[in-house]
């Protein structure tokens, strides 16, 4: 077990407090990204597996399923919790994100303003709506969403690079669409 913690200690996971900094290593670049998966996937298919509770093993099975773009196997985990009322972080947004990796934005975009009623400003989320809203070829309100986000919220480089990466695409498309250059 505290070899699992010491892992986890790396990306803020708590295997205790039903925490997981999900949206700071969603990207798979990230060099803790392994980490987390190992973490997971040893909790998943070992003893420790069984120190927890149920939902929170369908919390993490969900994550894991999420990261392996099992996003079918992602969206029933989440579902399951939330309708159980189970409360952890970000249920919404985890399983927007499966939604869109499927190409079924509206069902995303729904679980994305969900999780933006309780966590008004997360900024990942707001950014992966944005980047929703560019897949589904609606450029304007992909780039009101990246205009309110760079208006009014604190960005780290990261998020920073991926908002300007999408306001830059939307602006192109939106360009092309209108005829301009």
Do not use: W
Not at 6 to 15: G, M
Not at 39 to 67: K, R
Not at 135 to 150: F, G, N, R, S, V
């Amino acid at each position: 077990m505290n070899e699992m913690n010491n892992l986890a200690s790396k990306k803020n996971f708590s295997l205790t407090n039903k925490t997981i900094d999900v949206f700071s290593c969603i990207q798979k670049q990230d060099k803790f990204y392994p980490y987390l998966i190992l973490a997971i996937s040893c909790i998943l298919t070992s003893g420790i597996f069984e120190a927890f509770n149920s939902s929170l093993g369908l919390y993490l099975l969900g994550y894991y399923n999420l990261m392996l773009n099992n996003n079918t196997n992602a969206i029933n985990s989440f579902s399951q919790l939330i309708k159980s009322g189970e409360n952890f972080d970000y249920l919404y947004a985890l399983r927007g994100m499966a939604y869109a990796d499927l190409g079924q934005y509206d069902l995303a975009n729904q679980d994305y303003s969900k999780d933006l009623q309780v966590h008004p400003c997360h900024n990942m989320v707001r950014i992966e709506q944005a980047r929703l809203f560019l897949q589904k070829h609606d450029y304007a309100t992909a780039l009101k969403i990246c205009d309110y986000i760079a208006d009014g919220c604190y960005l780290n480089c990261q998020q920073n690079n991926q908002l300007q990466l999408i306001r830059t695409k939307a602006l192109a498309q939106l360009n092309k669409v209108n005829g301009l250059k």
